[in-house]
């Protein structure tokens, strides 16, 4: 269970690396601003698969980065689209 | 009653990887910004959904399986808040050039 | 199984650090920075460094991610000057040189070290049962290395007024940040109420975890500093003007407590930042306490940036 575990969590890390090389050519710079959002689902299951079977306090670690994946996004968009600042 | 929820494990984890490939795919194939990121927000949140739901048989605990379906809960509001900006931009420039 | 996952890992993060390096824009350079210090997220957890993990994810991922994108954008309108004034070849490749030099001497360093690595973990743990708490992070950074995190403390607020002494003169005292016009009704604002209710439990469970898992005031603070920030971003609230006494006090409050409790240590257990026998624990928590609000202060005023106008009277 633990060897499938951490293969699955191989897996979705690799297919993380695939998006992120495809995402970080990307031309624009909204295409870019994906790579965070894609980290923050993949990256935040492939934590998940090979921490949580072996330390239990991934789950925080993962709970952290959820918040502020989510949070990181945001200010980049705010950021981007920074003609909205008064 | 173990292997079975094992097994259960398994098939949801396995289903998550298939649709964490599949987003990576269209992130590869499709031809423009909105439909990757559409693809990348639906697929890759379902995803993590899937092996949220696989690992939550071997969560230490009551509050350790409500901390997992935090995270995906959590992930899913970004997902859908950050789509939705992105897309935004992406359009405003488009009208603006 | 766990070394094929870990050489991955590895490889993905080198080359991430190589687009960082090598990307022209930067922006997409601010974005791989982004994406490295979350993957490294992952490497601190192979190594079983959970507080450490937790710093990355939190400061790597929301702090650094909000100021580095910030200056990104920020200096956008300088990319064409940035890209004309190119260094010539010799001085990028003596910069190549000096950086592979570097990194290969700490490589080497690193190899060298003999197996097992010298280390205090055995004393600390020996030690860890007069301090109360069960992690051994939290027992070194508030209890044996209580200087450091004094320091540190101290630190932040002066890289604070670093910060401030960026301002403008006519708007020294001033509101952090412009204001920003953002719909009210709009999906930024939505998030923006539902996000940090959630954001603040979590923030104050994992400082409260601190004590016996992974965790403590520095990632608590965090996660509330940037849920504060959030709440300003999407135009709920807006930045206090720093020349506001309570928030002065309040940035303060925090590491006087410290000195004080350290000083206080001078009289009834013979050094500074001492703890008399069986008081450690219920010392180490009102640290704790009183650092957990002027840190997240401190790190919302930092992300907030510089005074840029002044308040209506």
């Known amino acids: 269970m633990l060897d499938f575990l951490l293969a699955a969590a191989a897996f979705v890390l690799a297919m993380v690396a695939l998006g992120l090389f495809r995402i970080l050519r990307g031309p624009t710079e909204a295409d870019r601003m994906m790579a965070v959002q894609l980290l923050g689902s993949g990256g935040i299951a492939g934590l998940l698969l090979a921490g949580s079977a072996r330390i239990p306090a991934t789950v925080d670690v993962a709970l952290t980065l959820a918040l502020l994946a989510a949070f990181a996004s945001i200010a980049f968009v705010m950021s981007a689209a920074g003609e909205t600042e008064r | ?97 | 199984m766990i070394a094929a996952l870990n050489i991955g890992v590895a490889a993905l993060v080198l080359a991430l650090a190589l687009f960082t390096i090598v990307a022209r824009e930067s922006f997409a350079a601010c974005v791989g920075f982004l994406a490295y210090g979350l993957l490294l997220t992952l490497v601190w957890v192979q190594l079983q460094g959970l507080d450490v993990a937790l710093i990355e994810g939190a400061v790597g991922g929301g702090l650094t991610g909000v100021l580095v994108i910030g200056a990104a954008v920020r200096l956008r309108s300088t990319q064409a000057a940035a890209d004309a004034v190119r260094l010539g070849m010799p001085a990028r490749m003596l910069a190549v040189l000096l950086s592979g030099g570097v990194a290969a001497a700490m490589a080497a360093c690193v190899l060298a070290l003999p197996d097992p690595a010298p280390t205090l973990a055995p004393q600390v743990s020996a030690s860890m049962a007069a301090t109360g708490v069960a992690n051994p992070v939290t027992a070194v950074l508030l209890a044996f290395r209580a200087m450091d995190t004094l320091l540190e403390a101290i630190v932040l607020v002066l890289a604070l007024i670093g910060v401030w002494s960026l301002a403008p003169d006519r708007v020294w005292g001033g509101r952090p940040a412009l204001g920003y016009d953002v719909d009210p009704d709009g999906i930024l604002a939505y998030v923006a109420r539902i996000l940090p209710p959630i954001g603040i439990v979590a923030g104050i469970y994992i400082f409260w975890a601190g004590a016996d898992h992974p965790g403590g005031k520095f990632q608590g603070a965090t996660i509330l500093a940037a849920m504060w920030l959030l709440a300003m971003r999407a135009g709920l609230t807006d930045a206090p003007p720093v020349d506001r006494k309570w928030l002065r006090l309040a940035l303060v409050a925090g590491p006087a407590a410290f000195f004080a409790i350290g000083l206080a240590g001078t009289v009834t257990a013979g050094a500074f930042l001492a703890y008399p026998d069986g008081y450690a624990k219920v010392l180490i928590l009102a640290i704790e306490w009183a650092l957990l609000p002027s840190l997240a202060l401190t790190l919302f005023l930092l992300m907030a940036g510089a005074p840029q106008r002044m308040s209506a009277p």
């Open chain 2, 1 to 97: 009653m173990k292997a079975a929820l094992d097994i259960a494990s398994v098939l949801a984890i396995s289903a998550g990887a298939f649709f964490f490939l599949a987003g990576t795919v269209a992130l590869l194939r499709f031809p423009d910004t909105l439909s990757r990121l559409h693809a990348l927000t639906k697929a890759d949140n379902l995803g993590l959904g899937l092996v949220v739901v696989g690992l939550l048989p071997r969560a230490g605990g009551v509050s350790a399986g409500l901390k997992l379906l935090c995270i995906w809960l959590l992930a899913l509001l970004a997902g859908a808040t950050v789509s939705q900006l992105i897309a935004r931009t992406v359009q405003t420039r488009d009208v603006r050039s």
